[in-house]
């Protein structure tokens, strides 16, 4: 994070001619990239996946990126929406491009090659090609020094939040390419997306990590609470309380933070028993 830290203060202060926008940023992925690149001035407004960083909680709240309201974006006054493709489709999207409001649609993939094109476009849009260009080559490098050789260790990434049950998750989750960018195994195969967790289906899984984040840990009212789900207490994982608590957005978002949260899982993992 440090790293990251340094590399947004040492970018090059974007040109005294460059456009003033007044952004509305919806999604979290697209957010961090907004303020790497140093835009950040330019926000009028975010969504309610935007958390990170801190200072962001600070600015209007628009709602979830996939329960928009055109009338509470277009309130902002904005020149300019940055939305995720998770945002899309949207009608309330529609709405606003009607309103002669520039919509750039930044990908929303879950692939590590997909965070170059996010920053690529963010920055062409927010008139910081320059910036964008720097953050790439980092970003790059970061990537590149991703562990390559496999670890023959299994996870099992557990998606809780208030007033839902846990879930597991399968294949075709974000979850599932960072533990592979990793080098280490999803514990649940044979099903795809999230799925609740079911005693017979841990206690098969046979995890060695469990990876959870801090808010679905605080959902559950503490970590004691995490070792009473279904079947964990039987499984490895569970038997030696191995977890590691993170970000979901920094690991799950595909973003400027995610290659170091990867590099994170891996260390974990690297220490197990």
Known sequence: MRTLLALIAALPLATFAAPQEKIVSLG?????????LGAESSLVARDSTSLWPQQVSALPDVGYLRQLNAEGILAMRPTLVLASAQAQPSLALKQVEQSNIKVVTVPGSHDLSAIDEKVRIVALATHRVEQGETLRTVLHQEIAKLPSPPLNKRVLFILSHGGMNAMAAGQQTAADVAIHAAG????MQGFSRYQPLSQEGVIASQPDLVVISHDGVKAMGGEANLWKLPGLAQTPAGRHQQVLLI??????GFSIRTPQAIQQLREKAEQLP
């Open 28 to 36: 979290g992925d697209v957010t961090e990239i907004v303020y790497a």
């Open 184 to 187: 280490l195994k999803n514990a």
């Open 247 to 252: 970000d979901d957005m920094a690991l799950l």
